[in-house]
């Protein structure tokens, strides 16, 4: 069993920067990788950021590739989204997930749902004001 609590969010403007957090109860959370969602008011979940277990391979939707950093302590059983200049469109509710297996699946368009997913964390919010 693993248990996710993600921290980090709050309230920021309009091009500043956070960063998340999600903590991993458990010994095996090295064996997991590791994915961050998000969904915004009246929206579905969606796919934001992936890692694998040895930080290796990282994933991220296009709308805030080269703003996010994905990544992981496996020492600490902590992964991290740094985030960088925020719009407001990156408002939202972020949540952490784990998944067994590759991180490729987060690649594919069921993983990309959040489909499949071992472990939920119960989210934190963002909110970017303009």
């Known amino acids: 069993q693993v248990q996710l609590v993600e921290s980090g969010g709050g309230l920021v403007q309009a091009g500043g920067s956070l960063r998340l957090s999600c903590a991993a109860s458990?010994?095996?959370?090295?064996?997991?990788?590791m994915g961050w969602f998000r969904q915004a008011p009246g929206k579905e979940r969606e796919f934001v950021a992936a890692?694998?277990?040895?930080?290796?391979?990282?994933y991220y939707t296009d709308s805030v590739n080269g703003r996010f950093t994905i990544s992981r302590d496996n020492a600490k059983n902590t992964v991290y989204l740094q985030m960088n200049s925020l719009t407001p469109e990156d408002t939202a509710v972020y949540y952490c997930a784990a998944k067994t297996g590759s991180s490729s699946y987060f690649k594919t368009e069921r993983g990309q749902t959040g489909a499949g997913m071992a472990y939920w964390g119960k989210g934190t919010l963002v909110t970017v004001s303009s």
């Open positions: 890692i694998n277990w040895s930080n290796e391979s990282t």
């Open positions: 458990g010994r095996t959370f090295s064996s997991y990788a």
